[in-house]
DNA sequence: GGTAGACCTGGACGC
DNA sequence: GCGTCCAGGTCTACC
């Protein structure tokens, strides 16, 4: 299956935009440049989509055959991922005249490679928080080894847990087989909030909301403070926010503010000049000292 | 509105 | 091998 992106489009970008390349159910293949997803379908088969770069977009490996209206949401899901239909025009125009910046329209950059589902990044960025990536990949991959949904014949492959799945096990089963830790309540209440139908996630993709009212619905999430919220309005193609953790305190003290401590104003006091992309200037700027 | 302390885990470190 | 300390954001209680 080929997939044209609104160009400029680089699939190398997308998949090293951050890490979620490395969080199950993505895994990514560097010696032969291609990466797969497993995803769960509504009919509750599971497929194995490979992507790999074509001249104008993507190329999609399908297994195993699926039906027309599997077809049509994997792709729906395929171009939600890579943001094929983004358009970066006005940010580029902004970056070219920036030398910390140049390279974004020269590379493409700007797309941030996102899972499948709005539930699937809210639940992958509360693992991000308080804790270190490698303990994020090891919550991620627990999570998705033990209550992921596997693919026909393969049960070492697993796509991401659907809300409903989590819904159904009591604290004590997750807690059992992943450490999850106090987020343990997080996730679950999550799960059955978006199992229930009570929080409709997946509408806030195209809500078309104003950001200060994505953020406050974000916020109303158990475990979702100002850093996941920033995060997740990135991955929700909101630029106005900036995901303020320890790492941006660190790169902004020592590119700023000649390594003396930083507050969270400052930082944001740095990037204002960029307006509604004040995100994507944080998170694509060229560090000295990253 | 601002702040202190608790939350949980893995890793680093000292003994 | 064991105990202690620390890093990492968010929540709650309190002022």
Redesign the pocket.
């Known amino acids: 299956m080929h997939l044209t992106a609104r160009p400029p489009f680089s699939f190398p970008a997308v998949v090293h935009s951050h890490g979620w390349r490395q969080l199950h159910p993505f895994a990514w293949d560097d010696q032969n440049e291609r990466l797969t997803y497993l995803l769960e379908l509504p009919t509750g088969r599971v497929t194995r989509l490979t992507f790999s770069a074509a001249a104008d977009g993507l190329e999609v490996q399908v297994e195993p055959q699926l039906t027309q209206g599997e077809m049509e949401y994997a792709v729906r899901a395929a171009r939600w991922i890579f943001g094929l239909d983004l358009d970066l025009q006005p940010f580029y125009t902004l970056a070219r005249q920036e030398p910390k910046l140049a390279h974004v329209p020269e590379t493409a950059r700007g797309r941030v490679l996102r899972s499948a589902t709005l539930f699937e990044d809210v639940v992958k960025t509360i693992l991000t ?4 990536w ?2 994020t990949k ?1 919550m991620v991959r627990g999570l998705v080894e033990n209550f992921g949904a596997p693919l026909d014949g393969d049960t070492t492959s697993r796509a991401f847990p659907s809300p409903a799945r989590l819904a159904e096990l009591s604290r004590e089963q997750i807690e059992a087989a992943v ?1 999850l ?2 987020r343990t309540p997080y996730v679950l209440e999550l799960a059955r909030r978006v199992a229930s139908g009570e929080l409709e996630l997946e509408a806030l993709k195209d809500a078309g909301l104003p950001t200060d009212e994505l953020r406050k619905e974000l916020l109303r999430i ?8 920033a995060n997740l309005l990135m991955i929700l193609g909101h630029y106005d926010a900036i995901p303020i ?3 941006a305190h660190k790169l902004v003290s020592q590119e700023f503010y000649g390594g003396e401590p930083v507050t969270p104003a400052q930082i944001e006091a740095v990037f204002a000049p960029w307006g509604e992309y004040k995100g994507l200037a944080y998170w694509f700027w060229q560090w000295e000292t990253a």
């Open positions: 928080t308080n804790t270190q490698g303990g090891r450490k830790g106090y158990k475990g979702v403070g100002g850093y996941a919220a953790d320890s790492w």
